[in-house]
């Protein structure tokens, strides 16, 4: 079984693998080792484990799953992937864009890809048909947004996203949900 675990800017997921099947997910605010031994204890055929991190990762953490594991992999920009990487500065490229695009180049082998990643930042990046990270672009996710227009302008109240959706807005709440973008 495998232990994946995505550290974003906001939150961090993981999720665990019997094959190519999910077996569990969750999402939590910190990765700790009280979860990874929980986890460990649930699923102790868990024997590889891989991990994006955008923000630092408790060292206690690394070391359990270096111990509970055979192979533990924390992807960084020396790390070989299956792709190409043609970032012009890949030491500065978030970990967590260099995975979506390892992943879906997994998904749709060489096969031109658009990868949307919308979290704490909107990520827009491009793989080519040859496999190669070509870049991308980066903009504010949609609590940003929201907070921008409350604190940037002169009536706008700060709002949160809802899950209804309408492409048109006809009031303020409906123009700025993020929902119609």
């Known amino acids: 079984m495998n232990l994946v ?3 974003g800017n906001t939150c961090s997921k993981w999720a665990v693998f019997n094959q190519q099947k999910l077996v569990k997910k969750g999402i ?3 990765i700790s080792n009280i979860l990874l031994s929980d986890l460990f204890e649930e699923f102790p055929e868990i024997n590889k484990a891989i991990l994006s991190a955008v923000r630092d990762f408790p060292l206690e953490c690394k070391t359990t799953l270096n111990i509970k594991t055979s192979r533990f992999i924390q992807l960084t920009p020396e790390t070989p992937t299956p792709i190409i ?5 890949p030491e500065t490229l978030g ?3 260099l995975a979506a695009a390892i992943g879906g180049a997994a998904l749709f ?3 031109p890809l658009l ?3 919308a979290g704490t930042a909107i990520t827009i990046d491009l793989v080519s048909s040859k496999n190669e990270y070509l870049g991308g672009n980066i903009s504010p996710g949609i609590q940003t947004r929201f907070k921008a227009l409350n ?11 809802n899950d209804t959706f309408e492409i048109v807005g006809y009031n303020t709440d409906g123009c700025t949900t993020g929902n119609n973008i």
Not at 151 to 161: A, E, H
Request: hydrophobic residues 35%.
């Open 5 to 7: 675990i995505d550290i």
């Open 95 to 97: 970990l967590d864009r």
């Open 151 to 161: 604190l940037f302008t002169g009536k706008l109240p700060l709002i949160s996203k």
């Open 115 to 117: 990868i949307i990643d």
């Open 109 to 111: 082998p060489n096969t």
């Open 85 to 89: 990487n043609r970032y012009k500065s």
């Open 28 to 30: 939590v605010d910190q």
